[in-house]
């Protein structure tokens, strides 16, 4: 695969730039954890629709009759996908792979990766954002809370990274 | 001046192109950095490679002082930015969950979007994984609304806490990431591998480091917060404080779960 990837500090004043015209433009920084609990709303809406109104949660998304898609955030995470896949593909990078250290097997390695987005859902809920929304798009706003939250997130990953050394060593 | 959107200039229906748009450049810039790649993204925390710090705190930075400069030239209106409310608890812990979420799974949320459209079939689970820990939460959530909403101070910025003004923090958070830079640099030299980290020249760090540096220090000279540089007729703090507390108070004011109500929470 190709991994001559761009120099870190160049995309980080880019990505400033990027939160800054959403701000300018906005009010507000990027995300995009609320899509993928959007996405659960719409599809708790579709099966059973008197339980994604009764869901005190999921109601918020629905306030007015609106659809839960209709959001902010979900058109920006559309974006990114399509952002990404652009990159992806003028960079020949876009390949089917599981991708995984040397030393763990394929299916260990999806297993991990649900388990790690299950727990990632769950807590981009629980703390209202996840590193873009909460840690970026917070810490530029120097938003005390965010500060501490992503504070927290290099704390529980570090604290964690010795005993899954071999799914990514 | 900005926040264009809060000032009329378009309507909802052109927010979302507009969302769509900076997602593009979001994702782009992602993947350009290689953080649809779990390996690399997981790689600081074994002190390998420290694109994750390096591109986070660079944006961070640039957006500080993108935002003050702003404010100091008029540009934009800072108290009618969305201020991110201080839950402390839930954010303790939920950091805490997704940092562990973050190295099991090898992506954060926005990450397993970019790792998705280039084909990574683990992104592909992760991102579903998602999908079915916010319909836990949202299952659950009756029984830890309590928690929730606990720590709720308000849309305290870090200003408010260390009662010094934005722009001697904007200065501190300058030094703050040069310092982490050149920690991140001699780190990677000695556990990293030459042969996939980026090249660059040491002088444009230099320049790079300097350069920020004399902004912070620029911005901690000014004060930005002297209301001289809000042109509404509000000073910026009261505003701020009167936009963000007064929708939170029916939850800091009566907790009992009939009448709860989540307002504004689109979080991340």
Known sequence: MNERYTNPYLIGVILGLILLFSFYTMGRGVGSSASFSRIAAAGVKLVAPDQAKANIYFAKYMRGGKSPLLAWLVFLTLGAALGGLFSAFIANRIKGEVARGPSIGVSARLWLALAGGVLSGFAARLARGCTSGQALTGASELAFGSWIFMLCVFAGAYATAYFFRKEWL | ?268
Request: with cysteine; glycine share 10%.
């Open chain 2, 1 to 268: 001046m900005g926040p264009l959107y809060k000032f009329g200039w378009f309507d909802f229906a052109y927010s979302l192109q507009l969302a769509a748009l900076i997602g593009f450049f979001f994702g782009f810039v992602l993947e350009r950095a290689g953080f649809g790649n779990p390996r690399k993204l997981t790689a600081i925390f074994y002190l390998r490679d420290f694109a994750v710090l390096k591109v986070m705190f660079t944006a961070i930075v640039v957006c500080i002082l993108g935002l003050l400069y702003f404010s100091i030239f008029g540009w934009i209106d800072l108290s009618r930015v969305h201020i991110l409310p201080t839950y402390i608890w839930p954010q303790i812990v939920g950091g805490l969950l997704l940092g562990v979420g973050f190295l099991i799974g090898g992506y954060c949320p926005t990450t397993s979007v970019v790792a998705t459209a280039s084909g990574k079939l683990d992104g592909v689970i992760f991102t579903l994984g998602m999908v079915f820990g916010s319909l836990i939460f949202a299952l659950v959530f009756p029984l830890i609304q309590g928690f929730y909403s606990s720590g709720h101070m308000g849309a305290v910025r870090l200003p408010d806490i260390l009662k010094i003004n934005s722009g001697i923090i904007a200065f501190l958070v300058c030094l703050m990431a040069v310092g982490a830079f050149w920690m991140a640099e001699k780190t990677e030299k000695k556990f990293g591998n030459k042969e996939t980290l980026p090249v660059g020249s040491a002088n444009i760090k230099r320049t790079g480091a300097t350069l920020l540096i004399l902004l912070g220090l620029i911005l901690a000279v000014i004060n930005p917060d002297r209301p001289v540089f809000s042109k509404s007729s509000v000073p910026v703090i009261s505003t701020e404080e009167t936009e963000q507390v007064e929708p939170s108070v029916p939850k800091a004011g009566a907790p009992s779960p009939n009448q709860f109500k989540i307002v504004d929470d689109e979080g991340c």
